[in-house]
């Protein structure tokens, strides 16, 4: 017989606790504000004390006041012992028969929770204890839970198996069920516990869970606010109302929590564009009586917009005069204050001022109110706190990381000043390293005032990492890759992993070792060896093969400031051509030996490297081929990018304008082969709307007919068009980001673009445009021209579940008539 076929409810029994049965208040009450979502209790059994203290169950009229106590007489009890139950009460041999005490002795052993009956009598001058004992707990069941796992409902209860079973405490376990649903955005939840009585006292406990339907947002409204839309404060919150495409999102579930945070950022984007005084009156989540759904309310008082004003700067430090640090100050008078971005500058300031020999100099920003004028009056207060020195440093939890690995981290040595930015940048900078689970920083005193000993607790966490993926790109069709890869090889802190791609026109596999800190100093150092097959027969007329290894440098020269250097030794094939190719492609065919070292010098201030809202990069780099092989070149290039926000003019942070801009040239040297696979290419990714390589010097198809004009079978015609690339390129690029009306919050991002580029100066081993002279050999060359082509479109990039899509649909203004287009480019694909 299964355990819900011999399921019996509690039953309701005299003095004995309540059963608990499916009731309508089961489910939660209408919340008011959030922190009032959690369900209702139900019917609760009363407890024992309170029985207890109603009255004192006696055989009827066998106890009676007066007399003392001559002995104590148990029975009843199976699995206790006697002398544990005498020691719980209160009444002892040789006290008097006293009501008070009677009952203080009853309430006493209700309140252990092992009995669920006692009775007292009298025999003379023998108090009698008869006790009825609670069964012991067999098992722990749960039916009908989907949406929960049993180990997670496992551990938020309080009963255990072989444990003493209480009804009370059975109670609160069906309470505390009901909470995970409620977390779930279950709010028709209900739980009803059963037992199962087995022999030997003891009983199996069933919970039986009808989850019911998701309790979802369907309504988010916002009262008092003036200066931004609905629609705007909308896309600031992270809870969403309820639509068909979130089906992957649990942003449209209400939970008391998010309604918390959200509010949080409410305040936060508010004091971010100049609403010093802004607050949030309430903010509420109310069931629908349908209890299928939430309407979420939050009320605000934007209160004045300020601007900053005046921006002075005080300091105490002996050496460090005021005017001296107004080279930090990052803001600027007249736009809107924002205190998120004043503390951040702050926060630059003090670490500046440390960095150049003042470790215990502290920067505190106050502002000033000017409610008529409506500006705040900003004040860098600079400062020294109080000395502290690290005395000692522990590092306690790497199992597998080497100190050395985490101390080469940390911003102070033993002996070195510790102020209290050091502490957050410390577990900041160890949690970056992506080995450890969580980082704890703590400091006790030491030795004397003024020294501390610091502790630094770690949980590591697995850094393997095994990925299978997928996808498909214009540049190089469908795709699928496997890659293994070790972040923390042996505890070192190396970056070690082997990977391979396989596509339709491209075939590749890399193994790869970095170590970010080569003799523990500032140095990055790695290699790569690698072999890549790439076929290019839809836009060029051969395949290409590349195989060896490529040894990388790099460093830090200050915080925006990095330099890199490659060496690069590589065989290449060039082959699979077709039989009327031109003769510049004809002259590729074979093997090669490229010898090449490179640099690249950074300045990097955005904020963010994938996503960035403001900052801008400039890239300067080259490259020198000839230290053996069979290539001689000099090869430069500079690239630059600005980000503008647009807060100030749309109200949004995620409207921005990108400015990108290029040029790069490749010179000759000694006697090269001067081939085509190194040339500059323009199209596709660097000018949209154009095929990749589709812009620039290209051999025109050849015709049946001879040079001399006549008409000849046997001619060995080229009628391929080749693409051929340049060494003079130029590229510029604007681009309007802006987020997607009702599909921000899904990851998608929209934009608008106009490229312009140009690519010229043919590089080819032999040049043969001349009729007269190169007989067989002519081949006309067409596009080789500066003129700059121009492009515009629109797209869009989507962080789905499945990976990150990109659609950019280009139009091409102005051309050259051979140039070849490409209306439509996308690329679809991660790793999983």
């Known amino acids: 017989m299964s355990a819900s076929e011999a399921c019996a409810q509690f039953a309701p029994q005299a003095h004995a606790p309540r059963s608990v049965t499916p009731h309508e208040t089961d489910r939660p009450q209408q919340p008011d504000a959030p922190s009032e979502a959690a369900p209702d209790t139900g019917d609760v059994p009363e407890t024992a004390p309170a029985r207890a203290t109603r009255r004192v169950r006696t055989a009827p009229g066998s106890v009676a006041s007066g007399g003392r106590i001559g002995a ?14 005498l020691s719980y009460m209160v009444s002892r041999p040789g006290d008097s028969f006293s009501q008070d005490e009677l009952d203080r002795s009853l309430r006493t052993l209700y309140a252990t929770g092992l009995f669920k009956d006692v009775t007292l009598s009298r025999s003379g001058d023998i108090l009698r204890v008869h006790v009825t004992e609670n069964p ?10 989907h949406a929960a796992k049993d180990e997670d409902l496992r551990k938020v209860i309080s009963l255990r198996p072989r444990a003493v079973f209480s009804a009370e405490q059975t109670a609160t376990d069906r309470q505390k069920l009901l909470e995970v649903y409620a977390q779930k955005a279950r709010y028709g939840a209900t739980v009803t516990p059963e037992t199962v009585k087995l022999a030997h006292n003891r009983v199996d406990v069933v919970f039986r869970i009808v989850e019911g339907p998701q309790t979802l947002i369907r309504k988010i409204t916002f009262v008092g606010n003036q200066t931004f839309s609905e629609a705007r404060l909308a896309g600031v919150v992270s809870s969403k109302e309820t639509a068909w495409y979130r089906f992957f999102s649990s942003a449209d579930e209400y939970n008391p929590e998010r309604l918390r945070y959200d509010s949080e950022l409410l305040r936060r984007f508010y004091l971010s564009n100049g609403f010093v005084d802004f607050q949030i009156v309430n903010a509420t989540g109310e069931l629908s009586p349908d209890r299928k759904s939430f309407y979420v309310t939050y009320t605000i008082k934007e209160g004045p917009r300020y601007r900053l004003g005046k921006i002075d700067i005080r300091s105490s430090l002996r050496h460090v005069p005021a005017l001296a640090l107004r080279k930090y100050i990052e803001v600027y008078p007249n736009q809107w204050y924002d205190g998120t971005e004043i503390q951040k500058n702050a926060n630059r ?10 470790p215990f100099a502290v920067v505190r920003p106050s502002i000033a109110r000017n409610p008529e004028k409506r500006v705040v009056n900003l004040l860098f207060d600079v400062s020294e706190g109080p000395r502290n ?22 911003p102070m040595a033993e002996g070195d000043p510790y102020p209290m930015s050091y502490k957050k940048y410390t577990r900041q900078t160890l949690q970056d390293l992506g080995y450890f689970s969580s980082v704890d920083v703590t400091q006790s005193q030491g030795s004397a005032p003024d020294r501390s000993n610091v502790a630094i607790n770690v949980v590591e966490k697995p850094t393997g990492e095994f990925s299978l993926g997928g996808g498909y790109s214009t540049d190089v069709g469908i795709l699928g890759n496997v890659g293994l890869k070790q ?15 396989v596509g339709y026109y491209q075939k590749q596999i890399d193994a790869s070792v970095t170590d970010p800190f080569f003799l523990n100093r500032n140095l990055v150092v790695g290699m790569d060896i690698f072999y890549i097959n790439n076929n290019y027969q839809t836009y060029q ?37 077709w039989d009327d190719v031109s003769i510049y492609v004809d002259q590729q065919n074979g093997h090669s030996f490229l010898s090449q070292l490179g640099t690249t010098l950074v300045y990097d201030t955005r904020d963010n490297r994938l996503y960035p809202h403001k900052g801008y990069v400039i890239r300067l780099g080259g490259d020198f081929a000839g230290l053996g092989g069979n290539e001689k070149y000099v090869r430069g290039k500079i690239d630059a990018a600005y980000t503008v926000p647009l807060d100030d003019l749309t109200g949004n942070h995620d409207w921005t304008l990108d400015f990108k801009g290029g040029a790069g040239y490749m010179a000759d040297w000694g006697n090269g082969r001067h081939d085509i696979i190194d040339n500059f290419y323009l199209g596709g990714s660097n000018l949209r709307g154009f095929l990749d ?9 050849q015709s049946l007919y001879a040079p001399d004009g006549g008409y000849s079978p046997g001619y060995n015609r080229r009628n391929q068009e080749d693409l051929l690339g340049g060494r003079f390129i130029y590229t510029a690029s604007m681009t309007l980001n802006f987020p997607m009306p009702f599909a921000a ?29 190169a007989g067989d050999y002519y081949t006309r060359v067409s596009g080789n021209t500066a003129t700059p082509r121009v492009s515009t479109g629109v797209g869009f990039s989507w962080k789905s579940p499945f990976g990150l899509l990109n659609i950019d649909l280009g139009v091409p203004l102005h051309k050259s008539h051979n140039d070849r287009t490409q209306l439509l480019r996308f690329g679809f694909g991660q790793q999983f």
């Open 72 to 85: 104590i007489s148990v029975s009843g009890n199976d699995r206790i012992e006697t002398s544990t139950i």
């Open 136 to 145: 012991v707990v067999n098992r722990i069941v749960f039916e009908g839970n």
């Open 349 to 358: 300031m003090e670490e500046n001022i440390q960095a150049e020999g003042t």
């Open 389 to 410: 020195y690290a005395e000692r440093i522990d590092i306690n939890g790497n199992t597998i990381t080497r100190d050395t690995v985490i101390r080469r981290q940390l």
């Open 487 to 501: 972040h923390n090889l042996l505890g070192s802190g190396i970056d070690a992993g082997i990977s391979g791609t």
């Open 541 to 577: 007329n051969y395949s290409e093969g590349r195989y060896g290894a490529t040894f990388r440098m790099g460093y830090a020269i200050t915080e925006h400031l990095s330099q890199s250097w490659t060496y690069s030794a590589i065989g290449r094939h060039v082959g699979n051509t």
């Open 693 to 701: 390589g589709g812009v620039g010097p290209r051999s025109v198809a």
């Open 745 to 773: 919050d899904m990851g998608i991002r929209g934009r608008y673009f106009v490229d312009a580029g140009s690519l010229s100066s043919l590089r080819v081993r032999n040049r043969y445009t001349n009729a007269a002279t």
